[in-house]
């Protein structure tokens, strides 16, 4: 199936590695102009490269963090003094810090609300008036499935990604007319460092081996293992393309069935 994506710009966020990585990739090789950011430029210029070698389509890499909103602003402005057009959004951060309720200080909640949640605000925020401009546009978060059901000891992401999902939905309403869309991506438990983190955390938490905790997640899956990367970039590419031009304000579950409730 052809995406259509051939000649789209897309700026993909936290790029250098995981989801974003996986994403960045799936646009280059659908034929679109990307540009890919992260907080390190030397990890993101890699990936850059990685990525061209594999596609023949090299994203543009660019230095971000996106906990600065002036940094956002900057980033984009670059995008378009390149491209002169922004098609695709696809925001992407690091997780958020993981532990219980009693466990997250008032710190940490300002941090991560930062990287979770007020990332993608300010993001949108700049790319939506050019979107606008333009009468179309794509914006696809990257999520969780916490954002659709908490999961035991994530409570900073059970919230904030939940939260991300009524700003997605609410975008969605507003620029609608304008031919602008905007969707969310919920994956599952995925092979990324974030994962391999994750089960660290919970292994130095519970003193159960990262082994025992990574058998649990895929006994939870009814598809009974774990996903890859690229299946999240290519529900991101599908959920960014023309061959999704009647999608927008949904919540995109790529989980192999994890979540335990009906759908909607």
């Known amino acids: 199936m052809d995406l259509g994506l051939s000649g789209k710009v897309a700026l993909v966020t936290g790029a250098s590695a995981g989801l974003g990585y996986a994403s960045a990739r799936a646009l280059a090789a659908e034929g679109a102009a990307v540009m890919i950011c992260s907080r390190d430029y030397g990890r993101i210029t890699e990936s850059a490269l990685e990525i061209g070698r594999s596609t023949g389509v090299e994203p543009l890499p660019l230095e971000c963090d996106l906990t600065d909103e002036a940094g956002i602003e900057l980033l984009v402005r670059k995008v378009v003094d390149e491209f002169n057009r922004i098609d695709i959004l696809v925001s992407n951060a690091g997780g958020p810090p993981g532990g219980p309720f009693s466990s997250i200080s008032a710190e940490q909640w300002d941090q991560a609300y930062n990287l979770t949640f007020r990332s993608t605000l300010h993001l949108c925020r700049n790319v939506l008036p050019i979107m606008e401009a333009q009468q179309e546009g794509s914006i696809v978060v990257i ?122």
């Open 143 to 264: 999520t969780s499935i916490a954002s659709k059901q908490p999961i035991p000891g994530l409570v900073t992401s059970n919230a904030l990604r939940a939260g991300l999902n009524g700003l997605i939905k609410s975008i969605a309403n507003e620029y609608g007319p304008m031919g602008i869309r905007a969707n969310t991506v919920a994956p599952g438990y995925t092979l990324t460092e974030r994962l391999d983190e994750l089960a660290e955390e919970i292994s130095g938490r519970e003193g159960r081996s990262k082994e025992d905790i990574f058998e649990g997640w895929t006994a939870n899956t009814p598809l009974k293992r774990l996903g890859q990367p690229e299946e999240i970039g290519a529900a991101v590419a599908f959920l960014a393309s023309e061959r999704a031009a009647f999608i927008t304000g949904q919540h995109l579950a790529v989980d192999g069935g994890s979540i335990t409730g009906t759908m909607g």
